[in-house]
């Protein structure tokens, strides 16, 4: 629930309820709404010089960073912690009128189904009582199964304060998955007076109305400079068993949308880990399928992006982007959207070409994750590396050739 409709971080009399951001697909830190048009996530100094300092030709290709907030943790009568942003002065005023205005939010909803004898510690997360929870809480059947497929129409578990079903929303697992995970994390140091930075980044989605989401763990290594030995076996243990060593690139999560069953398909990191190149292939074919045809429409925009990135990551010396994803996204719908100034705009900066006339597939292309990533000039860099990330150019060339095989049906 939004309390502040806006990004007006001066006004002190506000706050705003942070939300799960229900297009999660990846990654293990748990990524936030702010409002529709912003989220934000856990604050790593790493990645805020990398915003602050982007080279000009890589912004197209990154979310449009929006500064930090300051999110504080709220426990209300039934135990149950809600993180809310607010400005620094007049803290507790904001705190108290966005708690009372608080919805009752989807792990509020997850921690009392499971909650018994009057203990209201957060539960260990599964599947299935997620799935039963919302079959419990909607008017309608919810599909949602542990091979992640979910109904686009779902019923939303935001419930007003008089028991109101709120809108209708759609909700990936594995994005609940990570935030039940930080909920637990926090909880166990819980302070309501500890304030919390929160990196504000572009909503990337937020133009769509059936989001597909591809997210892709980038690069021939993993581990940052600063990994522990431990750490850094385990990733490389993870790229030599996973697509990440043969291509460059591995699945790290994945929602379709499917027209003939008004569903999504969702996978997870652990699907990608143990796809073989060709399995990657046919996810990749997966991905821009939507149950009733192939969409040969994306293919072309998507590349023609591909290509772009690749011939900027390969003018960035210095650069090594360990652990970083490439997003790709596009809108499930299949009607075309008429060019406005903006949409032109977007399509002159990203080379995207226009299709059937005055319209085109809406397609995005961008790198996310940057709290490993290096460069000569950052504060953070252990070692100053020579040329270009070869890594992560292997990873973007075989997949520029994987859409083009799979373009002319090879």
């Not at 997360?125 to 079959?135: A, E």
């Amino acid at each position: 629930m939004v309390v502040q409709n806006n990004l007006d971080l001066g006004d002190t009399r506000k706050g705003v309820l942070l939300e799960p951001f229900i297009h999660q697909v990846g990654g293990h830190m748990s990524m936030m709404k702010y409002d529709d048009y912003t989220v934000c996530k856990p604050l790593v100094s790493q990645e805020q010089w990398f915003y602050e300092s982007l080279p000009t030709a890589m912004k197209r290709f990154t979310p449009q960073y929006k500064g930090i907030i300051s999110v504080h943790l709220k426990k209300d009568g039934m135990g149950n912690l809600s993180l809310i942003a607010c400005p620094e002065t007049d803290r507790r005023n904001s705190l108290d009128n966005a708690s009372k205005e608080c919805s009752m939010t989807i792990w509020q909803k997850l921690n009392q189904a499971n909650t018994s004898n009057g203990d209201h510690t957060f539960v260990k997360w599964n599947h299935d009582q997620l799935t039963n929870t919302i079959k419990d809480s909607c008017q309608e059947e919810a599909i949602l199964q542990t091979d992640f497929q979910y109904h686009r129409d779902v019923s939303s578990l935001m419930e007003d304060a008089n028991g109101n079903q709120g809108k209708k929303n759609s909700y990936n697992p594995w994005g609940l998955h990570c935030h039940k995970q930080h909920l637990n994390r926090m909880s166990s140091k819980y302070n309501e007076n500890k304030p919390h930075q929160f990196l504000l980044l572009e909503n990337v989605v937020s133009k769509y109305k059936c989001p597909c989401i591809l997210d892709l763990k980038m690069g021939t290594r993993q581990h940052g400079d600063d990994a522990s030995e431990e750490k850094k076996a385990r990733h490389i243990k993870k790229c030599e068993q996973s697509t990440s060593a043969s291509l460059g690139v591995r699945i790290c999560g994945m929602q379709v949308y499917q027209a003939d069953t008004d569903k999504y398909l969702c996978k997870d990191k652990y699907y990608g880990r143990k796809l073989s190149p060709e399995g990657f292939r046919q996810a990749i074919y997966q991905f821009l399928h939507n149950g009733n045809n192939f969409r040969t429409d994306l293919v072309e925009p998507i590349l023609s992006q591909l290509k772009a990135l690749l011939s900027v990551i390969k003018k960035q010396s210095t650069y090594r982007f360990y652990s970083s994803s490439l997003l790709i996204n596009y809108e499930g719908l299949e009607k075309t959207v008429p060019l406005d100034i903006h949409s032109q705009d977007h399509c002159q900066q990203t080379s995207c070409p226009i299709s059937h006339g005055n319209s085109y597939p809406k397609v995005d292309v961008r790198m996310i994750d940057f709290a490993h990533t290096t460069y000569k000039g950052s504060r953070y860099n252990q070692t100053v590396y020579d040329g270009p990330d070869y890594g992560y150019i292997f990873g973007l060339e075989n997949l520029i050739t994987i859409f083009q095989s799979i373009l002319v049906g090879e």
